[in-house]
């Protein structure tokens, strides 16, 4: 139903800053939630940030202030701005749509639950 295709990774230093895009690909309605989770080898993917579809952002505590999701409806691309960047903030960083029907790995977070991914994209910060 739908293609999710990150982008904007890389390596950057502490305090450094990087923007994440995603475009979503689909033939049917919009996804009506849309996020960023992270994950780092060994450990349990979490969420980062999410926007609800009327424009309301989630983002879980230790990003607050740092990180902010928007989406451009018309561009169907989502955005993660990252700012003030730690080497915790290091991880692979997915998109996700949450869609009614089918899909994998549902994740929960905000209020919606998602179940389409994208491939990831690396960010490494360093110390």
């Known amino acids: 139903q739908v293609q999710l295709v990150e982008s904007g990774g890389g390596s950057v230093p502490a305090g450094g800053s990087l923007r994440l895009s995603c475009i979503e690909s689909r033939y049917t309605y919009r996804s009506y939630c849309m996020a960023w989770f992270r994950q780092v080898p060994g450990k349990e993917r979490e969420a980062v940030a999410a926007?609800?579809?009327?424009?309301?952002?989630v983002y879980r505590d230790s990003v607050k202030g740092r990180f902010t999701i928007s989406r451009d409806s018309a561009k169907d691309t989502l955005y993660l701005q990252m700012n003030s960047l730690t080497p915790e903030d290091t991880a692979m960083y997915y998109c996700a749509a949450a869609r009614s029907q089918g899909g994998s790995r549902f994740l929960s977070f905000g209020g919606c639950t998602y179940n389409y991914w994208g491939q990831g994209t690396q960010v490494t910060v360093s110390s």
């Open positions: 926007i609800r579809e009327d424009g309301t952002p």
